[in-house]
């Protein structure tokens, strides 16, 4: 692969810097460390913002309002948005699986609806998958939908669903025929999260945020007209979702842990330990240079999966490699944070004697969730073993 930009990807980049530059809010440090509740609203507005000058989904197709970017531009694109430091976007499921999913499988009149309003914000999503025991067992689930006249009628549970507490929409995967083997009874349906039936009830996780939930399903309607690809194959539609969430993330992480180690790095020449600095601890320097090289890999694993997705069109399991790698790294980065700061890891944002803002407590606890949600660290090496190395089946 040739990683020279060519002069369109050059005049790509020049154009996307300008507007960054002139568009990239300045104050997300304030908000940056807030709880997501609270700075929802602001993300959103920075998603429209984007939206508006034509930046909030570069690799859809430009008749889907995208820019039909190539790998290589969308990688310039998250590149752009990390140096200058610029905050996430709102509708991230929306943006980077739901989306890509309908415009895969929706009908014309699914994407005319739903497409605009997941690029502007003005619609968010959430994933409706796992199920109290169904969860990397997907297909065993048991929310289940019977025809009722032109209408599906929902009855069940699903939980852990992320923006469940601020999602208009949800991609739901239901069992439509319980008489044939488990993956052949599945249907996604698009749930208006505002139909009568639908209750949220937000989670607290260790951070103290309430970023997922449980949604409960009370005999809910849902338009005929509202099943996304064919009826009983909602486990190839449910699939696509899962392969763009593996192989979507890697591309922008890499980003975010560069600059999570050059901060590592700025604090090792700082933070005292046994009578000198960190950073001239032999065991402290070695944790930094290996976290430092395995983000290098991971950003060239990247560009090995960019060169596949583009020669067959499709994320394919390969995703599940770049999974493991990141969430597992994430956390070998946040567990070296620890180790420097010591007794200081323990404070918070907000907390004047923490060093670096506090920012690290929260790191560390957030990153546990990496290895379990889009599907867990076992389940990503079994796909591993069995698609990409063509071992026999582990289950
Ligand atoms: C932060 C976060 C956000 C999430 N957001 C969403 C969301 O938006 N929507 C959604 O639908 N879900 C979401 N999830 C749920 C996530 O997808 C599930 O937690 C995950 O798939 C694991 O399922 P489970 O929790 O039921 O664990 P289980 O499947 O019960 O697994 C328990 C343990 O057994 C292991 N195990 C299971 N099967 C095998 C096997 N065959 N071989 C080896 N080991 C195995 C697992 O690795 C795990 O260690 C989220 C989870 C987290 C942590």
Redesign the pocket.
Same mark, same amino acid.
């Given at each position: 692969m040739d990683l020279n930009l060519t002069a369109e990807e050059k005049q790509f980049r020049d154009e996307l810097r300008t507007w960054l530059e002139t568009n990239v809010p300045k104050d997300w440090n304030e908000w940056r460390e807030k709880p997501i509740e609270e700075s929802f609203p602001y993300l959103r507005a920075w998603q429209r913002k984007l939206y508006e000058g034509g930046w909030a989904a570069v690799s859809w197709p430009k008749e889907y309002g995208g820019r039909s970017a190539s790998l290589m531009q969308q990688s310039i694109f998250w590149e752009e948005m990390a140096r200058l430091e610029a905050p996430p976007m709102a509708n991230s499921l929306g943006l980077g699986l739901i989306g890509p999913t309908i415009i895969a499988y929706g009908t014309d009149a699914q994407k005319k609806r739903y497409i605009p309003k997941i690029l502007s914000a003005e619609e968010i999503w959430?994933?409706?998958? +796992?199920e109290p025991n169904a969860?990397?067992?997907l297909a065993s689930l048991q929310t289940e939908a019977h025809l009722d006249g032109d209408h599906y009628v929902v009855n069940g549970q699903?939980v852990?669903? +992320?923006y469940g507490w601020v999602g208009d929409w949800c991609e739901l995967v239901v069992r439509t025929d319980a008489s044939v083997p488990k993956h052949k009874g599945l249907t996604v349906l698009l749930i208006d999260m505002k139909s009568p039936g639908v209750e949220v009830r937000p989670l607290r996780q260790m951070t103290g945020e309430s970023?997922?939930g449980e949604i409960f399903f009370r005999d809910v309607r849902v338009p005929k007209e509202n099943v996304l690809g064919k009826l009983n194959d909602g486990w190839n539609v449910a699939v696509s979702t899962l392969m763009y969430e593996r192989g979507s993330y890697g591309a922008r992480l890499h980003l975010l842990f560069k600059r999570n180690i050059g901060r590592l790095i700025e604090l090792a020449r700082t933070l005292p330990s046994n009578g000198h600095t960190a950073a001239q601890d032999p065991l402290m320097r070695q944790k930094l240079a290996q976290c430092y090289a395995e983000i290098e890999i991971m950003r060239l694993n990247q560009m090995r999966a960019f060169s596949r997705i583009t020669a067959t069109g499709v994320p394919g399991p390969e995703g599940s490699i770049q999974k493991i790698f990141w969430s597992e790294l994430n956390q070998r980065v946040q567990q070296i944070a620890q180790e420097l700061l010591g007794p200081y890891g323990l404070l918070q944002a907000g907390d004047p004697l923490a060093p670096d803002k506090g920012i690290w407590s929260y790191g560390y606890l957030r990153t546990r969730?990496n290895t379990?949600?889009?599907?867990?660290s076992?389940?990503q090496r079994?796909i591993i073993g069995h698609f990409v190395l063509g071992l026999p089946r582990?289950?």
């Open positions: 959430c994933q409706g998958f +796992s969860g990397s067992d699903k852990w669903t +992320s970023e997922f969730g379990i949600e889009a599907g867990t076992e389940v079994n582990s289950y």
